[in-house]
């Protein structure tokens, strides 16, 4: 099936600090989503991309969509104490709607 | 323009029992997901369903397991017969166009 890793599964940062984390596939992907849960709660669609190499911007947050078509990234910038919580990157592949989440990175912040 | 909505928030049955669990997709999404979400994991993938119609159900046990979304009213994922191993945060999503997937607050199931 379908692989998908991400990375790292946790970090603990400073409030102010950059943050990074990124997910690769075993398979070639039209859609990479980020996502973010808070505590007893959904996921938040933080960036949808949807083309090899797109690079875009929400705010702290950035987001690419490797060239290769097979991984992604999340870059967050001068954290503060809500960015906590657990980041999901997921995939759509060609032909299927369904997602296929990695199992996420938790971010604690400490202020 | 209210997000989804799921209901109910948390649901406690006993072994046996069944549970429903109800998703009110976004205003004029006409895509409903359900997933699954164990402790300490990702989102897991059990059925995809349009209007009156389930497109995938890959992601769903052949057994006890049923969904279903009317031409009125909220998508339903029905378990029957619960046990211990369905304990889990069930969470539905909508879409207007397999563009973007918006998901809702999620059921808390429990079962003792």
């Known amino acids: 099936g379908q692989q998908l890793n991400q990375s790292p599964q946790s970090m603990f940062i400073q409030e102010g600090e950059d943050v990074s984390m990124n997910c690769t596939s075993s398979?070639?992907?039209?859609?990479w989503l980020w996502y973010k849960q808070d505590p007893g709660e959904g996921p938040v669609l933080l960036i949808a991309?949807?083309?090899?190499?797109e690079l875009t911007s929400n705010g702290r947050l950035t987001a690419q969509f490797g060239i290769t078509r097979k991984d992604s990234f999340l870059n967050i910038s001068a954290s503060i104490p809500s960015d906590v919580g657990i980041y999901f990157c997921?995939?759509?592949?060609?032909?299927?709607?369904?997602?296929?989440f990695g199992k996420g990175t938790k971010l604690t912040v400490n202020p | 323009n209210a997000g989804v909505m799921q209901n109910p928030r948390h649901l406690v049955r006993r072994r046996g029992q069944e549970a429903r669990l109800r998703c009110s997709p976004m205003?004029?999404?006409?895509?409903v997901y359900w997933y699954r979400q164990l402790p300490e994991e990702g989102l897991k993938f059990m059925v995809y369903?349009?209007?009156?119609?389930?497109?995938?159900e890959s992601g769903m046990p052949k057994e006890r397991f049923s969904a279903e979304f009317p031409k009125e009213g909220p998508s339903i994922l029905r378990i029957q017969q619960v046990v211990r191993g369905d304990s889990a945060a069930y969470f539905c999503?909508?879409?207007?166009?397999?563009?973007?997937?918006?998901f809702g607050p999620g059921t808390r199931l429990t079962v003792l």
């Open positions: 999503a909508s879409s207007p166009r397999e563009r973007e997937w918006f």
């Open positions: 398979s070639i992907f039209n859609t």
């Open positions: 991309l949807y083309k090899a190499g």
């Open positions: 997921a995939f759509r592949g060609g032909g299927s709607e369904k997602l296929v």
């Open positions: 205003k004029g999404h006409s895509h």
């Open positions: 369903l349009q209007k009156e119609n389930i497109i995938d």
